[in-house]
């Protein structure tokens, strides 16, 4: 039983760990470059172990941890994301279409907002962008303003730019090589104060366990005692 409740916690951390990889990929970075931060209501259960999967050599759990989910959403500004699926080749790009659309994305996006928020509201523009042929896109951030005559040639230095972040490398050279856009995303957020910084305790506090419990350790494949503050 206890090879089987350890077995499926297994599934289930290489299955968070597995996420936080593609992730990181995804936005070609380093993921044992950072700290862990456990929150909700059962993740401290399973950080550590997912430190050891990721090569995350610092934890922290901070106080109201299992409702820190709830804490961001009441911190966090109020926003909304609005897309639209277009395949467009660069080749074939008209400012004019692709100008308008955006306007109706942003619209939609900020209508959303500004039904729950009162305050500024900020655009980020997105395009989802590949090399033509490719089944997956990455995203390019492009500036809140509209399209003009040199589109093209910036959003083709953009796409260029964030490939070679991603990947190491952009790919030139290729005849016939086609930059297409796939989606379109515009997230209109509400502009709030930053929330107040606390500094870090690093001291140690003293604290006597007031029983015990046998945890299974996966080091030994037996069970410790560990002390229950």
């Given at each position: 039983?206890?090879?089987?409740?350890?077995?499926?916690?297994?599934?289930?951390?290489?299955?968070?760990?597995?996420?936080?990889?593609?992730?990181?990929?995804?936005?070609?970075?380093?993921?044992?470059?950072?700290?862990?931060?456990?929150?909700?209501?059962?993740?401290?259960?399973?950080?550590?172990?997912?430190?050891?999967?990721?090569?995350?050599?610092?934890?922290?759990?901070?106080?109201?941890?299992?409702?820190?989910?709830?804490?961001?959403?009441?911190?966090?500004?109020?926003?909304?994301?609005?897309?639209?699926?277009?395949?467009?080749?660069?080749?074939?790009?008209?400012?004019?279409?692709?100008?308008?659309?955006?306007?109706?994305?942003?619209?939609?996006?900020?209508?959303?907002?500004?039904?729950?928020?009162?305050?500024?509201?900020?655009?980020?523009?997105?395009?989802?962008?590949?090399?033509?042929?490719?089944?997956?896109?990455?995203?390019?951030?492009?500036?809140?303003?509209?399209?003009?005559?040199?589109?093209?040639?910036?959003?083709?230095?953009?796409?260029?730019?964030?490939?070679?972040?991603?990947?190491?490398?952009?790919?030139?050279?290729?005849?016939?090589?086609?930059?297409?856009?796939?989606?379109?995303?515009?997230?209109?957020?509400?502009?709030?104060?930053?929330?107040t910084r606390h500094e870090l305790t690093t001291g140690r506090k003293k604290s006597e366990p007031t029983t015990t419990r046998a945890?299974?350790?996966?080091?030994?494949?037996?069970?410790?005692?560990?002390?229950?503050?």
């Amino acid at each position: 039983a206890l090879a089987t409740a350890f077995g499926i916690c297994e599934v289930v951390d290489e299955n968070m760990a597995n996420a936080a990889r593609v992730h990181a990929v995804e936005n070609g970075k380093n993921i044992s470059d950072n700290l862990m931060i456990a929150f909700g209501g059962a993740a401290p259960l399973h950080a550590a172990r997912l430190c050891e999967k990721l090569g995350i050599d610092q934890c922290i759990v901070p106080r109201g941890a299992g409702v820190g989910s709830a804490i961001g959403f009441l911190k966090a500004p109020f926003g909304y994301e609005a897309l639209a699926s277009k395949l467009t080749r660069l080749s074939r790009f008209k400012p004019a279409e692709v100008n308008a659309l955006l306007a109706d994305l942003k619209a939609s996006a900020e209508g959303f907002v500004r039904s729950g928020a009162s305050g500024r509201i900020v655009c980020e523009i997105t395009a989802f962008m590949r090399y033509a042929g490719q089944g997956w896109e990455i995203p390019v951030r492009l500036a809140d303003e509209p399209f003009g005559d040199d589109a093209v040639a910036k959003l083709k230095a953009l796409f260029e730019e964030n490939y070679q972040r991603f990947f190491g490398r952009a790919i030139k050279g290729l005849d016939g090589l086609e930059i297409e856009i796939v989606t379109w995303s515009v997230k209109a957020t509400d502009v709030r104060p930053a929330v107040t910084r606390h500094e870090l305790t690093t001291g140690r506090k003293k604290s006597e366990p007031t029983t015990t419990r046998a945890v299974f350790d996966p080091a030994t494949g037996a069970p410790r005692t560990y002390g229950i503050v």
